[in-house]
């Protein structure tokens, strides 16, 4: 038997094993492409691996256009301005703060909604009381790839008039009720960073079936140019590169081969795990496609012998990097903590669910080995649950306040 790092044994990796270390395509196919593109000289502004990028995100999702961004973050602020959001837009807090940032950013108050506890997405049944006449839209989050409740929020907002678009940074290659993801609400933005399961090192993109939305956005993306000397909207620099494209492209072309992998060790993980008394992983068993981009485990206070935070801090000492995506919430981080100091009080599954999830190593570079090593980690820690929490109180008593 292993001793565990946190209690002075030696680290089971001796290099730290990252959630998000980036799947790679073709190397051969990415070079080339890079090859080609400095042959050409066309390195950016609308160039032919951007539009062939484009065209097989359309083919994918079966969406009409494709609008690529240089990364999602700027994707969300570019779609909610084209929206014409303003006010306050609802959001769920349980997400990535570029979900709440893209809107605070050009002043539009993100007010946070709750999760529901089971799916850890947007929970519909609390939208209404949060609405106000200064509400303009709801952005639902596709929280790990998983759809949110789109028919019960879209039911919602037609009632009030509001506007709905998608954060589905995490979504790409899922499915909702037999509908790929992106051909729901106004648009939803995919996230294409280094560290998605396809990526183009940075990059992301709005997907939408309007077209005047779509054309509107290509404008704002390129400065609000629509001809050489023309400018028709406020607009940014928000395009994505030809090198990205590039990258992107052999990723696209590995996609199928990147989610067996993910599959496998999301199957894996659950075949160890699930002998653990306290820990699950979400589930993705559901009629719709999935990803399976993200090995997520639920720690249960009431039965696991380590918390959450015990079992990261254990894990980090072995040298596995897991995360606490995405604790504490928007609403603890600033500026919205500041903002809004009691919005915790409207969110209880929030606080709680974030307390206790957990992200793992998964993709490309993590074999089987690794994920056999990673449970033997948790199931021998949570087996020696004193010595571990000793071990912590000793490493916190002398680490500097
Ligand atoms: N909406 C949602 C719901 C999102 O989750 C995100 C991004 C966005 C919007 C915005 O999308 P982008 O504007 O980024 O396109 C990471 C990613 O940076 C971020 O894209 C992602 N979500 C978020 C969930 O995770 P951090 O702050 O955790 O990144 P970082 O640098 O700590 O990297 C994560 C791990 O990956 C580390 O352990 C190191 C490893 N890594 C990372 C990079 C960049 C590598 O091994 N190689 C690499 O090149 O946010």
């Known amino acids: 038997m292993h001793n565990l790092a946190i209690a002075g044994g030696k680290p089971r990796f001796t ?10 395509g073709d190397r051969r196919q990415i070079l080339q ?49 084209a929206l014409g959001f303003r006010g306050e837009v609802i959001i769920p807090s349980y997400t990535f703060v570029a979900t709440a940032h893209a809107l605070q950013w050009q002043e539009i108050t993100p007010v946070f909604a709750d999760i529901d506890a089971a799916t850890l997405n947007l929970d519909p049944g609390c939208l209404e009381r949060l609405i106000t006449p200064r509400t303009t839209g709801i952005i639902g989050v596709h929280l790990w790839g998983r ?75 390129n400065f609000g140019f629509s001809d050489y000397d023309r400018v028709s909207y406020l607009g940014t ?24 992998v993910n599959l496998k060790n999301y199957e894996e993980y659950k075949g160890r795990l699930n002998e653990v008394a306290g820990l699950s992983l979400i589930d ?63 969110l209880p599954n929030t606080e709680l669910r974030a307390a206790q999830l957990m992200v793992l190593p998964t993709g490309q570079c993590v074999s089987s080995k690794d994920i056999a090593e990673v449970c033997d980690v948790l199931s021998s820690a949570l087996g020696q649950a004193e010595s571990v929490k000793r071990a912590i109180a000793q490493r916190k008593a002398v680490r500097p306040a």
């Not at 409740?149 to 907002?157: H, L, M, R």
């Not at 290659?173 to 106004?186: L, P």
């Not at 620099?237 to 989610?259: F, H, Q, R, Y």
Request: charged letters at 25%; glycine letters at 8%; aromatic letters at 8%.
């Open 15 to 24: 290099e730290p094993l990252h959630v998000g270390r980036p799947n790679v």
């Open 33 to 81: 492409r890079i090859e080609g593109l400095i042959e050409r000289r066309w390195f950016t502004n609308d160039g032919p691996l951007v539009r062939e990028f484009e065209q097989k995100i359309c083919g994918i999702t079966g969406v009409k256009h494709c609008v690529t961004m240089c990364n999602a973050t700027v994707a969300l602020e570019i779609a909610i301005r």
């Open 147 to 221: 759809p949110c409740n789109i028919k019960d929020v879209e039911a919602i907002a037609k009632r009030h008039n509001l506007k709905v678009m998608y954060d589905a940074a995490h979504a790409f290659g899922c499915s909702d009720g037999g509908k790929m993801v992106g051909n729901f609400g106004e648009c939803e933005v995919l996230s294409f960073h280094a560290t998605k399961f396809i990526n183009s090192f940075e990059g992301g993109a709005v997907v939408t079936n309007n077209s005047e939305l779509a054309e509107k956005m290509r404008f704002m993306r």
């Open 237 to 260: 620099n928000g395009k994505m590169p030809e090198v990205c494209a590039a990258m992107g492209l052999a990723s696209l072309e590995s996609m199928d081969d990147i989610i067996q």
């Open 284 to 346: 993705y068993t559901s009629t719709g496609k999935r990803n399976y981009h993200y090995v997520v485990v639920q720690v249960d206070p009431s039965v696991s012998t380590l918390n959450r935070d015990e079992l990261v801090e254990t894990l980090h000492a072995e040298n596995v990097l897991a995360r606490k995506y995405f604790w504490p919430g928007c609403h603890r981080m600033q500026p919205y903590k500041a903002l809004f100091p009691n919005a915790h009080l409207l």
